[in-house]
Antibody, heavy 125, light 107 residues
């Protein structure tokens, strides 16, 4: 069965960096993309960006461009999201979600069908 | 960026009621629209994909429809377990964008 398992919660000081992992199993990792979504406490969902499991292409939202890097390690079927220069408003639960099948991007069934359990990142001095 | 305007932001309803939640896209997004349910402290759960296709395992009281750039999630007869927050998401264009959410509470 498809599973996305994320790394554990982190507490960071302002200005630090955090790297969250998302290990996939139960499907061919390189055939799908991964999106990252975050949710600040009491707030809605915010799509942060996407990475292709096939070729590593990325797309980020402008507000975090320059502070975020999404990568993949195909050998371990793991996606990573690194966020730098952390601020208090980066405090959120971060989710990864399967996002799009290579060669069939028109098929909505393969978008956001599986999610990781979430990783709480707390930024506090 | 495509804006997804979701309404209402909150509502109260009773068990057995028919409920409708709407998302309006600021431009055409074809049928690349999904609906999610989220309960407090839980991972979002996809209910509908491709604007009107029901996710496997989701009760048939949930349905989705589309008319141009307006998308609707309907719950035909509310059950106690349906009280949650609902989000729409467009994934036609980058950046993908969520609606602001609709918190559905018990009347």
């Amino acid at each position: 069965q498809v599973q996305l398992v994320q790394s554990g919660g982190e507490v960071k000081k302002p200005g630090a960096s955090v790297k969250v992992s998302c290990k996939a199993s139960g499907y061919t990792f390189s055939s799908y993309g991964i999106s990252w979504v975050r949710q600040a406490p009491g707030q809605g969902l915010e799509w942060m960006g996407w990475i292709s499991g096939y070729n590593g292409n990325t797309n980020y939202i402008q507000k975090i461009q320059g502070r975020v890097t999404m990568t993949t390690e195909t050998s371990t079927s793991t996606a990573y999201m690194e966020l730098r220069s952390l601020r208090s408003d980066d405090t959120a639960v971060y989710y990864c979600a399967r996002s799009g099948l290579v060669g069939a991007t028109y098929l909505g069934v393969y978008y956001f069908d599986y999610w990781g359990q979430g990783t709480l990142v707390t930024v506090s001095s | 960026d495509i804006q997804m305007t979701q309404s209402p932001s909150a509502m109260s309803a009773s068990v057995g009621d028919r409920v409708t939640i709407t998302c309006r896209a600021s431009q055409a997004i074809s049928n690349y629209l999904a609906w999610f349910q989220q309960k407090p402290g839980k991972v979002p759960k996809r209910l509908i994909f491709a604007s009107s296709s029901l996710q496997s395992g989701v009760p048939s009281r949930f349905s989705g429809s589309a008319s141009g750039t307006e998308f609707t999630l309907t719950i035909s007869s509310l059950q106690p377990e349906d009280f949650a927050t609902y989000y729409c998401l467009q994934h036609n264009n980058y950046p993908h964008t969520f609606g602001q959410g609709t918190k559905l509470e018990i009347k």
